[in-house]
């Protein structure tokens, strides 16, 4: 079964620093590319950067480039977001998704999510 | 950068009815244009990629169609377990995704 656990998330003043992790078990991780989500209470979702299988290619929603930056260790199956110079739009719940197989931009499973709190 | 307009933001439709929502890209997408379901509290579901491939395990009565900048997503009997919100989202290269605003499908 695939399982996908997010951690790290927290309350955290504007400026400063947050590092996301997301567990994956129940599948060949090196296999996939993998994804961060967002969604700011009682909004939509928002799309916040994807990398492939070997770290190769890596996109960045405009919105956070330049502050936040995606990573993986292929060894620990696990996906990671280093988040910095954070700012109260960045306040949502976040969450690591799968790459399909066949379309890798296609999510077919996702995490519950991490809530991050971005305020003074 | 793509941009996804998505319609109607809500709606509401009795047990039985066909509910259909609509995505439109600002530019030709091909046909790189997924769908999601999203009930109250949780995680997005993946119900159709490539405008018309139905995941697997996803019921037969949600579809998909559309290329180019015009896609179309069909529920063809509203179930009361069908309450959520929908998003469509595009891809224009494996690593840049867009999501539409989403729709609010309510039981009338």
């Known amino acids: 079964e695939v399982q996908l656990v997010e951690s790290g998330g927290g309350l955290v003043q504007p400026g400063r620093s947050l590092r996301l992790s997301c567990a994956a078990s129940g599948f060949t991780f090196d296999d996939y590319a993998m994804h961060w989500v967002r969604q700011a209470p009682g909004k939509g979702l928002e799309w916040v950067s994807g990398?492939?299988?070997?770290?190769?290619?890596?996109g960045y929603a405009d919105s956070v480039k330049g502050r936040f930056t995606i990573s993986r260790d292929n060894a620990k199956n696990s996906l990671y977001l280093q988040m910095n110079s954070l700012r109260a739009e960045d306040t949502a719940l976040y969450y690591c998704?799968?790459?399909?197989?066949?379309?890798?931009?296609?999510?077919?499973?996702w995490g519950q999510g991490t809530l991050v709190t971005v305020s003074s | 950068d793509i941009q996804m307009t998505q319609s109607p933001s809500s709606l509401s439709a009795s047990v039985g009815d066909r509910v259909t929502i609509t995505c439109q890209a600002s530019?030709?997408?091909?046909?790189?244009l997924n769908w999601y379901q999203q009930k109250p509290g949780k995680a997005p579901k993946l119900l159709i990629y490539?405008?018309?491939n139905l995941e697997t395990g996803v019921p037969s009565r949600f579809s998909g169609s559309g290329s180019g900048t015009d896609f179309t997503f069909t529920i063809s009997s509203l179930q009361p377990e069908d309450i959520a919100t929908y998003y469509c989202q595009q891809y224009d290269n494996l690593l840049l995704l867009t999501f539409g605003g989403g729709t609010k499908v309510e039981i009338k």
């Open positions: 990398i492939s299988w070997n770290s190769g290619s890596i």
């Open positions: 998704a799968k790459g399909g197989i066949l379309v890798p931009a296609a999510l077919d499973y």
């Open positions: 490539d405008a018309s």
């Open positions: 530019q030709d997408i091909s046909n790189y």
